[in-house]
């Protein structure tokens, strides 16, 4: 462990804003990571067959003329005589945050500069402030061990910070390879979501078309967890916020059983798909979880998701329990048609002529959608009337959907109530978890894939690969027996059509109906709802027995079963 | 560690609600708990100086003339053949859980558990269910080593639960009496809060008064703080609560920095004291913390904090900060004269008439009164004349403080801007931290804490002592040179009128200013509020280099300095 004092001064000479480590801050940065073995020893990056995409591929082809079919490549050990790669190949790289933070992307940034400097003597590595805007406005600083230190094995983004700037138009594609070309660079990482990666391809192929040197590779982000396919097996993040939020869950749960008079709603960040939900359900066991694919699949209305909730309330209730605990998704209203249908009149009636105070207006939505708006708590009305964005829409994202369901879910208990078939008490207790996990501390495993994925994108850049996204596999299996290598972003592709135009988008990776987390917790719910089941994954250790656990849904994805828990069926 | 499977074998024989654990709660239960050296030795209980109260003492003794000015005691190692506790005393002991979780109840319980297995041959532990009122209704379970295994370390307070019922009336004492009667009881432990250890006392008094056998011992819990004093350096639970929380404030923090767009106002739990909300920014520091002792004791209005927060948000903003984190003490309300002031004549006025809509009410209102309701968002209007308890009168608790101040702050804002003195962006989130740090796993610190006091109990009522509240010193060594003995309650107390009659009452700590923790947070918020000084805790560590810090507040009370940090001033 270095001494305290060696880390003001690195900072001081880091120049950077001034910060006071915690002793955990101060031990976590001087773990060193477990790395593959195939990055400890010689290797060839060898390409594997061609790749087509996910979706319409004539039309990939014709937007990725460049890339679209190529070959993912793998890492594979060979003989030191044997090894292609020029060991003094001194490479300039820049690197680039893009998107909302998740824990592991500076271990990203630390194993690319690892990299770079055991295996290419005299490279340079830049990394651009501010997201995608740094390299526009060629906003970068040099990275050397002092500066990226105190980073190691820490949460957030703000060893560079990020934004959420595309690189879109013809202009910003000029000012893109003016900075790469100013910089001389041979080399750019983007580490983003979906969007980034698809730009981070688009910014390959530009500079390919154009004969620039610079080449790109993309790295999976995302606590959503739904930029994941057969080669990427998830994104760098969502264990570690799982884990954060399983943690307080656990505890309120334990809160619930224990005081016996609250029913938590408690909504999870992760706007896209539900990974986070279901993920947070298998680790817990919650009475209730709504997973927003199921809602969409079955097409169920607000009523329903309503109904299901009351009913298992009202059950609780004769079982003798008035608490509970309750996940939501936090996109669950995208998810439900009908009120997409209403949001669309909505604006349809308030860009033309608007809301009268006596609510005449309301004859203009359809019948459904009259009926839904009835439903909806009145504050809520006032929300969807009069929260608008820039361009005049309903905001569906302001709305706290658990706060909503606590309002309806109460409103039809009352009426129960006054039929006589609910004689229970309802307190309920509304929480939102979302920017508790972005920074966290990354857990061991999000540590050691974020370190792997940066030494992988310097070895795909170091053997002059582009247009790939890291990938590293086998995750199941101790880390040093990870596989390590790129896909070809184009295979991860599909269009959607835009303004007229196919736009290239990679497909989200939505929680499936038919995949084994999903119905592995369908066959478990129906016992959490009534049995108090809760489970407690306490707080993230980074030493000890549970230090190494990979998150379930990771877990069971790849056919190995959930992590072990004792359980006891009565 | 024990197989699985014994574990869910012994949770059926205890025959209680199913459960499924987690590895670490599986990991937690068989770890073995340190003890203070006098405790794994042969001892002898020998009182010290006769005590006094914390005020009132004349009255105090009218209330307690058995037990007013009765010494201390203090556990002191003998040599076996000086021990004068009998060895062979089969004990009947009960034990209940009061008022709201701190973690280590369950430690607690053990540690009552595990002394009279091994000092007390044939003793008997029963603890009683959901809290006093299972006293006086006689619900109670006999605690075997099986029913107790899988609690040990655990959070919450699941295993007996808990109540808020206090027993006060003759008839309730009289029920309080046929319980320890027909259960033989020589001993009773009643772990909780100040008014659960007033209420311990004056069922000693009760019992003593009646010639009856059963001794009473008290255990100081709460996540406030606020049950301390010299011989109590601290209540357990507030160290892993203020630990939770920290870590997702420290989460948010890094979160702030690195998106760099919102203003986290982050409320916490704890209505009376402000201790939690101190800790947490002393582990913390974020840009801006509202203590509410300081509040109170400058006199200050709603609108002088506001003007506070806001200042400094422009300031931050000149220096190119459009982003910070706020804390606030759940109580601050509490704290504002002129808001208790409003409160009263809002009572008056609803009690009497109650309002109109077109606001003539407000006529009734003295002119501060009146200013500070129109300084009021609308929504917390509307919540001051519509939400009342009971009673009628008006719910402060319910005002969700962080929403107030962003509205508040948010409008002060808009003035600035429109003046041209400020020219930022401010997005405000709310948070509000309580349930998840209720019912955590109790850090190694308070699971030792816990065990210690259960021991204790444990002893003082092995050594026939009673009207004491367990206490465990030394705190600031390892747990072997841990002091153990317990503090008469008396001299906890002094005496408030209520109703016309005198009653007494244990002295709530608050936060002193002239206390260190206050001093050394006063000393360095300056600094914090322009520069991001931002330290992260991060999860609380059951192994490695930080599983056995001790929170800032304890240790700078002990005089020990804060614990390490690395810091850079610039």
Not at 70 to 98: F, H, Y
């Given at each position: 462990m270095s001494n305290?004092?060696?880390?003001?001064?690195?900072?001081?000479?880091?120049?950077?804003?001034?910060?006071?480590y915690t002793e955990l801050q101060i031990s976590r940065m001087n773990v060193s990571l477990p790395l593959p073995s195939v990055l400890k020893n010689t290797f060839n990056v060898v390409d594997d067959a061609a790749s087509s995409a996910?979706?319409?591929?004539?039309?990939?082809?014709?937007?990725?003329?460049?890339?679209?079919?190529?070959?993912s490549a793998r890492l594979v050990e060979c003989d030191p005589m044997a090894c292609t790669l020029m060991e003094n190949k001194s490479l300039k790289i820049g690197v680039v945050l893009s998107g909302g933070q998740a824990p592991g992307g500076h271990n990203v940034i630390a194993g690319i500069f690892d990299y770079l400097q055991e295996r290419t003597k005299g490279s340079k590595l830049y990394g651009f402030r501010g997201g995608p805007a740094g390299i526009m406005k060629c906003k970068f600083v040099e990275l050397s061990s002092e500066f990226i230190y105190p980073y190691r094995n820490q949460g957030g983004f703000d060893m560079l910070c990020s934004g959420r700037d595309k690189i879109e138009t013809p202009e910003q594609f000029k000012q893109a390879e003016e900075t790469v070309k100013k910089l001389d660079l041979d080399g750019l990482v983007v580490i983003g979501g979906d969007d980034s990666n698809t730009n981070a391809c688009l910014l390959a192929e530009n500079f390919r078309s154009k004969d620039m040197k610079t080449r790109?590779?993309?790295?999976?982000?995302?606590?959503?967890?739904?930029?994941k396919c057969k080669d990427v097996p998830i994104s760098f993040g969502f264990d570690t916020a799982c884990k954060t939020f399983s943690e307080v869950i656990g505890n309120v749960m334990?809160?619930?059983?224990?005081?016996?008079?609250?029913?938590?709603?408690?909504?999870?960040?992760?706007?896209?798909?539900?990974?986070?939900?279901?993920?947070?359900?298998?680790?817990?066991?919650?009475?209730?979880?709504?997973?927003?694919?199921?809602?969409?699949?079955?097409?169920?209305?607000?009523?329903?998701?309503t109904d299901y909730i009351t009913d298992i309330i009202c059950k609780r209730s004769e079982a003798g329990y008035?608490?509970?605990?309750?996940?939501?998704?936090?996109?669950?209203?995208?998810?439900?048609?009908?009120?997409?249908?209403?949001?669309a009149e909505l604006n349809e009636i308030l860009a033309h002529g608007g809301v009268d105070r006596d609510g005449v207006w309301k004859k203009k939505l359809k019948s459904q959608s009259q009926e839904l708006f009835e439903l909806f708590p009145e504050e809520i009305q006032k929300q969807l009337l009069l929260e608008r964005d820039p361009h005049g829409n309903v905001q569906v994202a302001k709305i706290e959907t658990e706060r909503m369901l606590i309002q309806m879910v109460e409103a039809e208990l009352n009426k129960r109530k006054q039929k006589g078939t609910y004689k229970g008490q309802f307190t309920g207790q509304p929480h939102f978890f979302g920017y508790e996990g972005r920074c966290g501390f990354p857990t061991n495993f999000d540590a050691n894939y974020c370190y792997a994925l940066g030494f992988a994108s310097g070895a795909l850049l170091h053997a002059g690969k582009t247009g790939l996204i890291a990938s590293v596999g086998n995750l199941g299996e101790p880390v040093e027996e990870w596989t390590v290598g790129g896909t070809a972003l184009t295979s991860l592709m599909h269009v959607e059509r835009r303004h007229g135009k196919f736009k290239p988008v990679i497909k989200k990776a939505m929680v499936e109906l038919e995949g084994k987390p999903f119905k592995t917790f369908a066959s478990l719910?129906?016992?959490?709802?009534?049995?108090?089941?809760?489970?407690?994954?306490?707080?993230?250790?980074?030493?000890?027995?549970?230090?190494?656990d990979i998150n379930h849904t990771l877990m069971l994805e790849l056919g190995q079963g959930q992590p072990a828990q004792a359980k006891l069926n009565k």
């Amino acid at each position: 462990m270095s001494n305290k004092s060696s880390i003001v001064k690195r900072d001081e000479a880091a120049g950077r804003v001034a910060s006071i480590y915690t002793e955990l801050q101060i031990s976590r940065m001087n773990v060193s990571l477990p790395l593959p073995s195939v990055l400890k020893n010689t290797f060839n990056v060898v390409d594997d067959a061609a790749s087509s995409a996910a979706g319409d591929p004539e039309e990939i082809k014709k937007l990725f003329p460049k890339f679209y079919g190529q070959p993912s490549a793998r890492l594979v050990e060979c003989d030191p005589m044997a090894c292609t790669l020029m060991e003094n190949k001194s490479l300039k790289i820049g690197v680039v945050l893009s998107g909302g933070q998740a824990p592991g992307g500076h271990n990203v940034i630390a194993g690319i500069f690892d990299y770079l400097q055991e295996r290419t003597k005299g490279s340079k590595l830049y990394g651009f402030r501010g997201g995608p805007a740094g390299i526009m406005k060629c906003k970068f600083v040099e990275l050397s061990s002092e500066f990226i230190y105190p980073y190691r094995n820490q949460g957030g983004f703000d060893m560079l910070c990020s934004g959420r700037d595309k690189i879109e138009t013809p202009e910003q594609f000029k000012q893109a390879e003016e900075t790469v070309k100013k910089l001389d660079l041979d080399g750019l990482v983007v580490i983003g979501g979906d969007d980034s990666n698809t730009n981070a391809c688009l910014l390959a192929e530009n500079f390919r078309s154009k004969d620039m040197k610079t080449r790109v590779i993309g790295c999976p982000k995302t606590i959503d967890g739904d930029l994941k396919c057969k080669d990427v097996p998830i994104s760098f993040g969502f264990d570690t916020a799982c884990k954060t939020f399983s943690e307080v869950i656990g505890n309120v749960m334990t809160d619930a059983r224990s005081s016996g008079k609250y029913y938590h709603f408690i909504r999870l960040m992760g706007r896209a798909a539900s990974h986070i939900t279901l993920e947070c359900a298998l680790q817990t066991h919650p009475n209730i979880a709504i997973i927003g694919e199921e809602i969409a699949a079955k097409k169920l209305t607000l009523k329903n998701v309503t109904d299901y909730i009351t009913d298992i309330i009202c059950k609780r209730s004769e079982a003798g329990y008035n608490f509970g605990v309750v996940l939501i998704s936090e996109g669950l209203i995208d998810f439900i048609p009908e009120v997409q249908q209403l949001i669309a009149e909505l604006n349809e009636i308030l860009a033309h002529g608007g809301v009268d105070r006596d609510g005449v207006w309301k004859k203009k939505l359809k019948s459904q959608s009259q009926e839904l708006f009835e439903l909806f708590p009145e504050e809520i009305q006032k929300q969807l009337l009069l929260e608008r964005d820039p361009h005049g829409n309903v905001q569906v994202a302001k709305i706290e959907t658990e706060r909503m369901l606590i309002q309806m879910v109460e409103a039809e208990l009352n009426k129960r109530k006054q039929k006589g078939t609910y004689k229970g008490q309802f307190t309920g207790q509304p929480h939102f978890f979302g920017y508790e996990g972005r920074c966290g501390f990354p857990t061991n495993f999000d540590a050691n894939y974020c370190y792997a994925l940066g030494f992988a994108s310097g070895a795909l850049l170091h053997a002059g690969k582009t247009g790939l996204i890291a990938s590293v596999g086998n995750l199941g299996e101790p880390v040093e027996e990870w596989t390590v290598g790129g896909t070809a972003l184009t295979s991860l592709m599909h269009v959607e059509r835009r303004h007229g135009k196919f736009k290239p988008v990679i497909k989200k990776a939505m929680v499936e109906l038919e995949g084994k987390p999903f119905k592995t917790f369908a066959s478990l719910r129906e016992d959490w709802t009534i049995k108090n089941l809760y489970a407690s994954p306490g707080p993230i250790q980074f030493s000890g027995p549970t230090a190494n656990d990979i998150n379930h849904t990771l877990m069971l994805e790849l056919g190995q079963g959930q992590p072990a828990q004792a359980k006891l069926n009565k």
